[in-house]
């Protein structure tokens, strides 16, 4: 086992950028009204919802426009998404894209100009950061572009293509940061990528003599780690050793706010 390290994802925003705009403009009008595994939202909403981040991101880092919450924060970010969404359901899809093509761009800019370690606007609050660097939260932003372009993806029976490793690995080396503060020792294994929590740490790597070990191939754990699996879809799809009972913050583990 060896400790995660800091990671650097910036490199990966504009290649991402364009899969998604090459995504969206080949979707049909009916494509663009399908669910998603994102439960209310439609294709159009998660869109959507990746041009108000976006825009939302530029206001406060690039321009200094801030908003403090007024609210709890899961229920403040909750309403700021559901009346953005609700408002652009007014526009087209081609409104839709042609404005994410420009601020993806211009976040893109952004992005690759941010020095790494620098306190960061936010902190990562799912991994239980209240003040992140900025290596942190720009590889939070990616997984949030990467599972919003695979929900879209996999709504419309599109190629899974952001499970390659060249996608996957950073997203697993962000995600499973939320392992952290689990008391037991337990080995999270992806298509095997092996991970490990243990002392309230994750590390790269399978731990000697696990509590328990979770075994998931790369749909499964992408699901489960954004929110788009039941627990009885969970317990179906992964392949538990040792004590299940131990297992179980690690099933209930989210890489978003929920």
Do not use: C
């Not at 910036?10 to 979707?27: K, Q, S, V, Y």
């Not at 790494?116 to 590889?139: M, Q, T, Y």
């Amino acid at each position: 086992m060896h400790p995660l390290q800091p990671i650097d994802t910036r490199n990966l925003f504009a290649p991402l950028h364009g899969e998604l705009m090459a995504l969206l403009r080949a979707l049909t009008a009916e494509e663009w009204e399908k669910p998603t595994v994102a439960r209310a939202w439609r294709v159009r909403d998660v869109a959507a919802h990746l041009l108000d981040t976006q825009l939302r991101r530029l206001s406060l880092q690039r321009d200094g426009h801030a908003r403090t919450p007024d609210k709890p924060l899961v229920e403040w970010l909750n309403e700021l998404n559901a009346t953005w969404v609700a408002a652009m359901r007014r526009f087209s899809p081609r409104v839709i894209v042609d404005l994410l093509d420009v601020t993806g761009r211009t976040f893109v800019e952004l992005i690759e100009s941010l020095p790494l370690h620098d306190r960061a606007p936010f902190g990562v609050a799912w991994a239980g950061e209240s003040e992140s660097e900025n290596w942190f939260d720009i590889g939070r932003e990616y997984t949030e572009w990467w599972h919003h372009q695979m929900q879209i993806r996999d709504a419309v029976g599109a190629p899974l293509l952001l499970l390659e490793p060249r996608w996957l690995e950073p997203l697993l080396e962000i995600s499973v940061r939320v392992f952290r503060g689990i008391p037991d020792t337990l080995v999270f294994e992806v298509d095997g990528s092996q991970f490990s929590v243990a002392g309230g740490e994750v590390y790269r790597g399978a731990a000697p003599s696990p509590a328990a070990t979770v075994r998931a191939d790369a749909d499964t754990a992408w699901r489960m780690l954004y929110h788009a699996l039941s627990r009885d879809e969970i317990l179906a799809r992964v392949m538990i050793s040792g004590d299940a009972a131990a297992a179980e913050p690690l099933l209930r583990a989210r890489s978003v706010m929920v």
